[in-house]
Structures are given as structure tokens and as C-alpha cells.
């Protein structure tokens, strides 16, 4: 089954630097390549994506790319799995309730905001760093230790090699937004947990510090905490009362008996916890990761065209190819005849109908591209056609035609069969025989040649057929 490659990803990345070092092609077919994917010229992007996936059959070892992905997805996985069950723990110990004394909401927030903020002002400098600084702090990320513990595995091994590949940037920016999906998955882990401790105790939340803080600035920090969700959910505002009434002293064994009173009411504090954890750790962090997605996606664009070869190849798609020999033109006598053969010096710009004799769709598309002239169908005939499908050609052909001879190759009568098939059709107008000489000699003829087709073609007696005489 055929590999496809719809968008730049890790995957395509490799695969084309494998391919690129076994195979990259001659000037010829990649031009011809380019020619049969002409709408793709505006877009190397795509252009190198399909030559990528019409080629990588030539790699006749293993893809490096399944080794890396099939342990990167691995390994991914696995951290994902890890974090979220991390989160989910989290939030039970935070959470956890015995009864005799309430929870106290103050850890809660430090572990859903306070961290996921300061985590995410470590990624931001690091995005607008040098990787130095991203060293520093990821010195204090989990992920960082975490991926260490895994690289003493033998099948981490293989891969050392493979990451050699890719430069410092690309390196960067997968770290920075793979830890803003494991964050996410930690928070989702700690969101699930604060929702089944809700679902399945009667937890009393309660808050307690030993600064100095009144319930009612306490209330107002908190009302500022709420601020993004204030239309849309008032509810998981705390009002001055819930915070007057929950706040708790750890002096004596025994809890307030205003607070045992009024126990119902403190349970609702989850519903702000519910959404400083949604906010803070989730949207933000969401926000976050499709920024270092974006520019993950753009080092890796441009890491693409960074490879060795591709340059190269990108050129050769675009520049028409003509053969690297240097062309020796030879010096003939002047032949001088004296024939009626109607003759043209130049080619139109485009016709409605190319036909090449004993030629492929591939040279054909090569001759055009270098002599800049389009048609609107362009067709083969003669070699391994049959006089049948010759036939069937010509009576589909309208208007003027052009039509391309090997000028070396004289007129064989099987030419001058499918030539008088042309002229017996009335809706072709004209006929412009156009003699070519080899690639190496870019397509010139020799003056000898181009008199072997004149006498050939003046024989015909026919006011259709020119010959093209481009000196």
C-alpha cells in the first residue's frame, strides 16, 4: 500500500531525508515530474510531498520514520496515560477528606493557577529564547526527567542517531508543545478528580492562612480571580458570606460551630475550584499549545526546505531542462534548392492539437516546456501505435496541428501514411511539421536533415503542410 503524505509532519520529514541521500533523480525526470504536476508549480510545499510519495518505494531499506514513530507514539501515549493519571490522583490528595477538619481551598488553587501560570510564563520566555534559556527551565519541568528515565530503555537506542537529524529549533519547539499537551492532560486529570470527590463525598471546603487577609479582601481577590466567567456563570463567584463563613483557624481540636452549622453551604466552593481549573489550567494552556503548534509547524516547514538536496531538487522543477553536453555545432556547405515546400520560421505560442511522432508524452512535455509552447491536447503517434489507433487519431484532430518529427530519423512510409491521414481530414486547416533535432544539440537540426524532410514534404503536393525551419 502506497504511502500518502498530505501535510509536512515528522513522518515526511524523514522519509524524504532517507530518500533524498538514496535517490534524488536526474534533471530530466524531475523536470517531466514537474511538467505532469504543473499546477503544483506555485506550491513546493505539495510539489515535494507527492514526489516524496511517488519515490519512496526506490528506499530499499526499512523507513527510519517507522522506527521513530512507532516509539515516539509509544512513548507519547504512555506519558499521556502517565500525566492524567498523575493529575487524577492529585486532585483526591488535594481533596481528600476525613471529616474532621475541612479542605482547605488555598492548595487547591496553588496546584490548578498559581503553577499552571508560572509554567506557562516559563514556556512563553522560552519561545521568545535562545535554547539556553529552555535548558534552564526545563530543569523544573517533570516532562524533562520523565523522557530521561525512558532514554535508558534499548529501544531508545536506535533512535539517537535519528534525532541527530533534526536541528536545535525543531527540537525546541516539539518539547515546548508536547509539554503543553501533557499539562493539559495533567489538568484534565485533576478536573476528573475534583468532579468525583464532589459526586461521591460531602466535602466541606473551608480556606486558612496565617497572613493577615480579611474575608473581605480575601473575596476580592477572588472576585478578580473570576473575572473571565463573571457573565456567563455568576455562580462560581464565592460571595462574602461563603468567604466570611469558611474561613478556618487551626487553633483548638474542635471546628467553629458556625462552620459545623452551616456545613451544606461550604460544599459550594467546587463550583469556582470547577472553574479556575477550566480557565487557568485548561484554556489558557489550550490557547498556549496552538501557539507553539504554529510555530512548531512553521520551523518545521522550513526545515523541510533546509534539507540537503532539496534545493536542488526544487531548481530542477523549475528550470527546463536541457541536456548538460555541451552542444558542438557543426559548419555544413549551404545547400541551396530550389523547391516550392512552404516553410515557417517560427512556432505559434500555442495550438489546439501536438502530436509527436514516435515520440513519449514525456519528451514531448520536455520539447514544449523548453521551446514555451503550450497545446490545448497534446498526442503521441507512430512506434508502438498501430495504424488503427493512428486512424482514430486523426479524426478526432481539429484546426492547425503541429507536429513533431525526430529529424535524424528519415521519413519512413508509415509517417507518410499517417501525414496524408491528416491532410484527407477537412477539419484540420494546417499542418506544421516541425523537424527536431537531440536534446544535447538543444533540439537544432542539421541543415542536411532539414533538407531530407523539405524534398520529402514537397512531394506531397499539399497547401496544408509547413514546415517549421527555425535556424
Not at 125 to 130: G, Y
Not at 276 to 287: E, G, P, S
Not at 357 to 382: C, H, M, P, Y
Given at each position: 500500500?502506497?504511502?500518502?503524505?498530505?501535510?509536512?509532519?515528522?513522518?515526511?520529514?524523514?522519509?524524504?531525508?532517507?530518500?533524498?541521500?538514496?535517490?534524488?533523480?536526474?534533471?530530466?525526470?524531475?523536470?517531466?515530474?514537474?511538467?505532469?504536476?504543473?499546477?503544483?508549480?506555485?506550491?513546493?510545499?505539495?510539489?515535494?510531498?507527492?514526489?516524496?510519495?511517488?519515490?519512496?518505494?526506490?528506499?530499499?531499506?526499512?523507513?527510519?520514520?517507522?522506527?521513530?514513530?512507532?516509539?515516539?507514539?509509544?512513548?507519547?501515549?504512555?506519558?499521556?496515560?502517565?500525566?492524567?493519571?498523575?493529575?487524577?490522583?492529585?486532585?483526591?490528595?488535594?481533596?481528600?477528606?476525613?471529616?474532621?477538619?475541612?479542605?482547605?481551598?488555598?492548595?487547591?488553587?496553588?496546584?490548578?493557577?498559581?503553577?499552571?501560570?508560572?509554567?506557562?510564563?516559563?514556556?512563553?520566555?522560552?519561545?521568545?529564547?535562545?535554547?539556553?534559556?529552555?535548558?534552564?527551565?526545563?530543569?523544573?519541568?517533570?516532562?524533562?526527567?520523565?523522557?530521561?528515565?525512558?532514554?535508558?530503555?534499548?529501544?531508545?537506542?536506535?533512535?539517537?542517531?535519528?534525532?541527530?537529524?533534526?536541528?536545535?529549533?525543531?527540537?525546541?519547539?516539539?518539547?515546548?508543545?508536547?509539554?503543553?499537551?501533557?499539562?493539559?492532560?495533567?489538568?484534565?486529570?485533576?478536573?476528573?478528580?475534583?468532579?468525583?470527590?464532589?459526586?461521591?463525598?460531602?466535602?466541606?471546603f473551608s480556606w486558612s492562612t496565617t497572613?493577615?487577609?480579611?474575608?473581605?479582601?480575601?473575596?476580592?481577590?477572588?472576585?478578580?480571580?473570576?473575572?473571565?466567567?463573571?457573565?456567563?456563570?455568576?455562580?462560581?463567584?464565592?460571595?462574602?458570606?461563603?468567604?466570611?463563613?469558611?474561613?478556618?483557624?487551626?487553633?483548638?481540636?474542635h471546628l467553629n460551630p458556625e462552620m459545623?452549622?452551616?456545613?451544606?453551604?461550604?460544599?459550594?466552593?467546587?463550583?469556582?475550584?470547577?472553574?479556575?481549573?477550566?480557565?487557568?489550567?485548561?484554556?489558557?494552556?489550550?490557547?498556549?499549545?496552538?501557539?507553539?503548534?504554529?510555530?512548531?509547524?512553521?520551523?518545521?516547514?522550513?526545515?523541510?526546505?533546509?534539507?540537503?538536496?532539496?534545493?536542488?531538487?526544487?531548481?530542477?522543477?523549475?528550470?527546463?531542462?536541457?541536456?548538460?553536453?555541451?552542444?558542438?555545432?557543426?559548419?555544413?556547405?549551404?545547400?541551396?534548392?530550389?523547391?516550392?515546400?512552404?516553410?515557417?520560421?517560427?512556432?505559434?505560442?500555442?495550438?489546439?492539437?501536438?502530436?509527436?511522432?514516435?515520440?513519449?508524452?514525456?519528451?514531448?512535455?520536455?520539447?514544449?516546456?523548453?521551446?514555451?509552447?503550450?497545446?490545448?491536447?497534446?498526442?503521441?503517434?507512430?512506434?508502438?501505435?498501430?495504424?488503427?489507433?493512428?486512424?482514430?487519431?486523426?479524426?478526432?484532430?481539429?484546426?492547425t496541428i503541429l507536429l513533431y518529427v525526430?529529424?535524424?530519423?528519415?521519413?519512413?512510409?508509415?509517417?507518410?501514411?499517417?501525414?496524408?491521414?491528416?491532410?484527407?481530414?477537412?477539419?484540420?486547416?494546417?499542418?506544421?511539421?516541425?523537424?527536431?533535432?537531440?536534446?544535447?544539440?538543444?533540439?537544432?537540426?542539421?541543415?542536411?536533415?532539414?533538407?531530407?524532410?523539405?524534398?520529402?514534404?514537397?512531394?506531397?503536393?499539399?497547401?496544408?503542410?509547413?514546415?517549421?525551419?527555425?535556424?
Amino acid at each position: 500500500m502506497q504511502t500518502k503524505y498530505n501535510k509536512f509532519s515528522i513522518k515526511s520529514y524523514l522519509d524524504l531525508s532517507q530518500l533524498i541521500g538514496e535517490y534524488q533523480g536526474s534533471h530530466e525526470e524531475n523536470r517531466v515530474f514537474a511538467l505532469k504536476n504543473e499546477r503544483l508549480l506555485e506550491n513546493p510545499k505539495k510539489l515535494l510531498l507527492l514526489w516524496t510519495e511517488k519515490n519512496i518505494f526506490r528506499v530499499r531499506e526499512r523507513l527510519e520514520s517507522k522506527d521513530f514513530t512507532d516509539y515516539f507514539s509509544s512513548l507519547s501515549n504512555l506519558l499521556a496515560f502517565v500525566f492524567l493519571l498523575i493529575g487524577f490522583f492529585t486532585g483526591l490528595g488535594l481533596l481528600s477528606y476525613s471529616g474532621n477538619s475541612p479542605v482547605n481551598i488555598i492548595y487547591f488553587i496553588f496546584i490548578a493557577m498559581v503553577i499552571p501560570l508560572v509554567s506557562m510564563l516559563f514556556s512563553l520566555f522560552s519561545m521568545l529564547s535562545k535554547g539556553d534559556l529552555l535548558n534552564f527551565f526545563t530543569l523544573f519541568i517533570p516532562l524533562t526527567w520523565i523522557e530521561k528515565i525512558f532514554t535508558f530503555l534499548p529501544s531508545s537506542k536506535k533512535l539517537d542517531t535519528l534525532n541527530e537529524i533534526f536541528s536545535e529549533d525543531l527540537k525546541k519547539w516539539m518539547f515546548i508543545y508536547r509539554l503543553q499537551l501533557f499539562s493539559i492532560l495533567f489538568s484534565i486529570g485533576l478536573l476528573f478528580g475534583l468532579l468525583f470527590m464532589v459526586a461521591t463525598q460531602d466535602i466541606a471546603f473551608s480556606w486558612s492562612t496565617t497572613l493577615k487577609i480579611t474575608p473581605i479582601a480575601f473575596q476580592e481577590i477572588l472576585e478578580l480571580f473570576a473575572k473571565p466567567w463573571t457573565i456567563f456563570y455568576p455562580n462560581a463567584i464565592p460571595s462574602v458570606d461563603l468567604v466570611e463563613l469558611s474561613q478556618y483557624y487551626r487553633l483548638g481540636e474542635h471546628l467553629n460551630p458556625e462552620m459545623v452549622k452551616n456545613a451544606d453551604k461550604l460544599g459550594a466552593w467546587w463550583q469556582f475550584l470547577f472553574m479556575i481549573t477550566v480557565f487557568y489550567a485548561i484554556f489558557l494552556r489550550l490557547l498556549l499549545a496552538f501557539l507553539s503548534l504554529y510555530f512548531y509547524r512553521k520551523q518545521l516547514d522550513k526545515d523541510f526546505f533546509s534539507i540537503k538536496g532539496v534545493d536542488l531538487l526544487l531548481r530542477e522543477f523549475q528550470t527546463p531542462y536541457v541536456s548538460t553536453e555541451a552542444p558542438k555545432v557543426e559548419k555544413h556547405l549551404e545547400i541551396k534548392e530550389e523547391n516550392n515546400t512552404q516553410t515557417k520560421e517560427t512556432t505559434r505560442r500555442a495550438y489546439s492539437h501536438i502530436v509527436g511522432w514516435n515520440f513519449s508524452s514525456d519528451e514531448i512535455r520536455l520539447v514544449n516546456d523548453s521551446k514555451e509552447i503550450q497545446g490545448l491536447e497534446v498526442n503521441t503517434a507512430g512506434g508502438s501505435h498501430s495504424y488503427y489507433d493512428d486512424q482514430k487519431l486523426t479524426e478526432n484532430l481539429r484546426r492547425t496541428i503541429l507536429l513533431y518529427v525526430k529529424s535524424w530519423e528519415p521519413p519512413t512510409m508509415d509517417f507518410i501514411d499517417f501525414l496524408e491521414l491528416l491532410i484527407e481530414n477537412k477539419k484540420i486547416d494546417e499542418i506544421q511539421v516541425y523537424p527536431l533535432g537531440t536534446v544535447g544539440r538543444y533540439y537544432e537540426s542539421d541543415r542536411k536533415e532539414i533538407a531530407v524532410w523539405k524534398r520529402k514534404i514537397e512531394g506531397l503536393k499539399s497547401k496544408k503542410v509547413w514546415v517549421i525551419d527555425a535556424e
